[in-house]
Every structure is written in C-alpha cells, then in structure tokens.
C-alpha cells in the first residue's frame, strides 16, 4: 500500500539548535513531496515542495528538505530553530501519474516544540 | 497570493439540521478543490475532490448524500452537512489548486462544526 510515515510524533528541540522532522514514503513511480505546517488554530500552509532536479528544496521560514530518492524520505530541515517554529509539521506526497484525481497522500503529523 | 477563505469559521447548530461551509479562492482561479475533515491532533482525512462543473469524487466510506459538495465555478465551492448529528462535529478543511503540474494546494483557516 501507498503511504507517507513521520515516524515520530514529537519533536523538540532547543531554539537555535538545527532541527530535522523526517518524512519517508513508499510509492510507486517518480512522486511530488510535500511539506506544510500548521499553526495553533490556523489553516495550513505550504512551506516547499519537490518536483523534480535539485534534490536540496528551499521554502518559506528558513526551512528546506533535502530529496534522497535511495532511501525514500524526505526530511524537512531548518539550521536554528525559533520558538515561532513550533506547530504541526505534515509531509505529503502526490503520484505522478494519470488518472490518481491528484490526491495527497498524508503523514500522520509531527508536532514540533522550541524551546526557549 | 495564493489566499484561500473559508466561512464559517465556527458554526454551531442542533442536531438535523444542515450546515453550508464555503471555500473561496480570492486571488486565483481554482481548477480543483478537496475539502478535508481533521480530528483532534490526527491527520488530514481527505473526504472528497471537486473539479469545476463536474460532480465530486467521494473518497471510500464518505457518504456523498450526507455531505454534499458544489464547485460551481473556479472560485467557489461549498460543503453541505446534511442532517447534522453530533458524531459529524469536527473540523472541517478545504483546499484549492491551480497548479496543474505539481498541484500544490493551498488550504482554507478551516470551520469548527459542532453539533449539539
């Protein structure tokens, strides 16, 4: 079956430490990866995506997600972490291919912490 | 850009009655919209796909007679909660996409129904 892990549920780390909320996904073909993020009581929103060429992807906030075709995972990335950073964290990823009505697969959700 | 609008934001009504959520893209046209429904700290729940003019494609175990969904131009489409029990409470999120390619989407602040 098609799916998306982020393999833990919580993550937290101090502010100005790198952070990393993994993303690993098992699909068939060539897919789209997806990051959002999800503020306390907002909408969602795009942070950055890959479709295809340079596997290191760079999005809004500072944050970026490196492509690693080999091992199937999609690691969102940033190198110092702000306190404004912490919300909920999903991967997703989109076949590419005809007739999928172009759906996204979902992770479960990372919630991210920054402490001060 | 890229801005998406949902209303209500937070409805509450009694249970049998029916609840119209709208989902507006404001400053792009929309050629499909998917609308979502999120429990509490769990992931997205993809209930349905609507393309412009055509009928929505209902994802497996969603009942299409109870939520009703219109896409009735490139800019607007609504979900009816026909018949509300409090089972149905939850929240409920829509999205637009305009990007052919890669389909990134980009999600409405979501609209808290609780049913009493």
């Known amino acids: 079956a098609q799916s998306v892990a982020q393999p833990e549920d919580q993550v937290n780390v101090a502010e100005g430490n790198p952070l990393t909320v993994k993303c690993t996904y098992s699909?068939?073909?060539?897919?789209?990866l997806f990051w959002y993020v999800q503020y306390p009581n907002r909408g969602l929103q795009f942070l950055l995506k890959?479709?295809?060429?340079d596997n290191l992807v760079k999005g809004s906030y500072g944050f970026e997600a490196e492509f690693n075709k080999s091992q199937t995972s999609f690691h969102l990335k940033k190198p110092s972490a702000l306190v404004s950073d912490s919300a909920l964290y999903f991967c997703?990823?989109?076949?590419?291919?005809?007739?999928?009505?172009?759906?996204?697969?979902w992770g479960l959700g990372t919630s991210l912490a920054v402490n001060p | 850009g890229a801005v998406v609008s949902q209303h209500p934001s937070r409805v509450i009504c009694k249970s049998g009655t029916s609840v119209k959520i709208e989902c507006r893209s404001l400053?792009?046209?929309?050629?499909?919209m998917f609308w979502y429904r999120q429990f509490p700290k769990k992931s997205l729940m993809l209930m349905a796909t609507?393309?412009?003019?055509?009928?929505?494609?209902?994802e497996q175990g969603v009942e299409k007679d109870k939520f009703l969904i219109n896409h009735a131009s490139l800019t607007l489409s609504t979900l009816t909660v026909t018949s509300a029990h409090p089972e149905d409470s939850s929240f409920y999120i829509c999205?637009?996409?305009?990007?052919?390619?890669?389909?990134?989407?980009?999600f409405g602040p979501g609209t808290r129904l609780t049913v009493l």
């Open positions: 999205s637009a996409s305009a990007d052919r390619v890669s389909d990134t989407q980009y």
């Open positions: 400053d792009f046209q929309a050629t499909t």
């Open positions: 609507s393309n412009e003019g055509s009928k929505a494609t209902y």
């Open positions: 699909v068939s073909g060539n897919p789209y």
């Open positions: 890959y479709i295809t060429g």
């Open positions: 997703a990823v989109r076949l590419n291919n005809a007739g999928n009505n172009r759906k996204l697969i």
